[in-house]
């Protein structure tokens, strides 16, 4: 089953290379079926690559997919307004709409208090209409910290260094819907300079932690009825998404530390390691199969809150 975009959206073509199925809207309307309605809180920087790492993933699986792409207020300095206004909807746009699911992606604030980054308060409307709106969100990296310290006040806290490589992860709870088909281990890439503790976590009744890493800390958080959902870790990311981001603060001047576990024999020059793809595409085909898919009602008006 195919994965419904605009018909010229950018990822269109590079999808359609990789042999995934996806179908243009203008073919979408002849059909009578009732897709998935999956939104996407877009706060990256290159809106254009991270809507087609997404894109890649939730394609993985026979569901029809109807996407929907949403953007804050914040004047994006590496997108286009022209593809902003062509592809993208703001929140006031669908605050009245229902969707069987919604991605918050990461951000580059993390050095920022919560309250300093200059959408917070449209992120925190998007937080809080979830709960009524929405059956399932999974929130990314830094939209992970900012869900879980809105919804239940968990801190994050500044490291010394940034965080960036690939690294090995230990499942806690094999029989989680989420984690379904996955091994003892996997890999997945992280890249922040702020981290949250597993201990506060733990703290909070209605969390479970579901997999960490030894160097990286957590790095998958579920609440009990898997409608809210935090990965700390970045495994929508290309091969060489970590690569760019090594030479792009080499180019600036800022000293990084070559991303760990990435780089074959630590050369920077050589092909990185890409070894948590399938994991990835494992990770997003359980949500949308065991968290959305088989638990949202067919009629989106029946809806409940998350209490």
Known sequence: MPIQIPDNLPAFETLERENIYVIPDSRAVHQDIRALKIAILNLMPDKIVTETQLLRLL???????????LQTSHISKNTSQEHMLKFYKTFDE???NRYDGLIITGAPVEKLEYRD????????EV????NTNVYSTIHICWGAQAGLFYHYGVPKYPL????SGVFLHKTLDAGHPLLRGFGDTFFCPHSRHTEIR???VEKVEELEILSVSDEAGIH????????????FGHCEYDRDTLAKEYFRDMSKGLQ???????????????????NWCCSANLLYSNWLNHCVYQKTPFDLAELESID
């Open 59 to 69: 394609s993985n699986t026979p569901l029809h997919v109807d996407i929907d792409l």
């Open 127 to 130: 937080f809080e209409w979830s």
């Open 198 to 200: 597993r201990e506060d």
């Open 94 to 96: 669908v605050r009245e």
């Open 220 to 231: 998958l958080v579920s609440d009990l009825s898997q409608r809210q959902i935090f990965i």
């Open 160 to 163: 010394e260094q940034k965080l």
């Open 117 to 124: 980054v200059d959408y917070w308060d449209e992120l925190c």
């Open 256 to 274: 990084p530390r070559k991303p760990k576990h990435y780089f074959p024999y630590g050369d920077v020059n050589a092909v990185p390691r890409f």
